[in-house]
């Protein structure tokens, strides 16, 4: 079995360039099908998600190999149009092949994604998005079959704004006759970064990052070279692991403005935070105070995926946070494991209410999901004694080497198999 092993009480100091986002890699691996040419991801995380996505791209019969820290994707051969169940079940975001995979082949079938951790993952608005661009999309058996040769520029219109949807939309919409306006799409940076790379394809793409973005279909694409931004919730880890042990760090390569509901949050409970100039620095010398209620929302309000590494942060701090998971349903499954560690939350429904206590205990736990489990690392690092983390491949979705990077920052954490 392998776990994360982490040895409590010393606290963390020295700097660290965060790695590339998933967020934007997952969307941009699905777009590279719309180039049926060479594309080079600079700074592509070494992920369980990107294996997952490179899984995907070569049973479409495309090719891809690492150099160095980029990611060569070659699409020119498109053998299948079809991805199957084990692997949709492998990662539910696998959905965002589905508007590539349909601008490029006219065709697209691929089992439901199902739920996970966190969840009901529901993909109806993906769906109405497809069928809004003039696709037929069959849902039966629990598989997705979407025919469209001619897709037609038009106004989408999300009902909400979804991150996945808003990115199936542009990609389908790179395929259609015409405009296609995305009304109420979602803002995320991750999804500018998705706009940037299909522009250096010769796509042309605009308005990523506000409610309304507007595409005009068919353009002739080419292969390209792009470098992904930095993951601003591995970011917001690193930030809340010093502010959960204590010390001072600085973050190297991180665009400020895409976590500063975090950092207005940490900075709240007490944390010194200097940004600027391509990064972060953090610094932490006194007890974490409670703060204002944190409420998850769509960005740029304050991100559901950093939800559980803030609330880890604030275990110990003087004071009650009270937190409201508007996002997802299930997303306080961490919680049940830092109880474990003597943390006192209690859940009502989409609220949890951190009480800090004055200290924790280190024990075994066990990862429920990428972010909780990050959590229940960020909690070891304040707790006495040894706390190790099991089902740590969660973790390893979305997270190179969590181990490695917070013993970069002075921690005692260690990866090891029994
Ligand atoms: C993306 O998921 C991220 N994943 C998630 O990060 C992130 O938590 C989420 O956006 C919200 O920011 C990737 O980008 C790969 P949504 P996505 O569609 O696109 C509902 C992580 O930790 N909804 O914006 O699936 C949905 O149920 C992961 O890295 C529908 O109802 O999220 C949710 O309540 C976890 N119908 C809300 O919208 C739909 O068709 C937001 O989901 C689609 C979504």
Redesign the pocket.
Known sequence: MELISVEGGRSLSGQLTVQGA??SV??ILAATILSGDVCRICGCPRLR?VDTAVEILQHLGCRAHWAGGDLVVDTTQLTSSEIPEELMRK???S??FLGAILARCGRADMSYPGG?E???????????ALRTLGAEVREEGGNIHCRGSSLQGTEVVL?????????NAILAACGAEGVTTVSNA?R?P?IVDLQDFLNKLGARVQGAGTSTVVVEGKQPLHGCEHRVISDR?VAATYLAAAAAAGGDIRLEGVDWRHLSTVTNALGAAGCRIQSGDGGIRLQCREPLRGIHPVRTS??PGF???AQAVLMAALLRSRGTTVFVEN???NRYRHVAELLRLGADVRIEGRVAVVCGVSRLQGARVRAT???GGAALVLAGLQAEGTTQVEAIHHIE??YEDLPGDLVQLGACVRRIVT
Do not use: Q, W
């Not at 966190?118 to 109405?128: C, F, Q």
């Not at 009902?159 to 949807?165: E, M």
């Open positions: 998933k967020n997952l969307p998600d990662m539910r975001s959905v965002m996970c966190l969840g009901p993952r529901p993909i109806d608005l993906h769906l109405a009902n909400l704004p979804s991150v996945g949807a808003t990115e979602a995320e991750e919730i769509p960005y991100p559901t995926d996002m997802f349903e999901d990428l972010r979705r979305g």
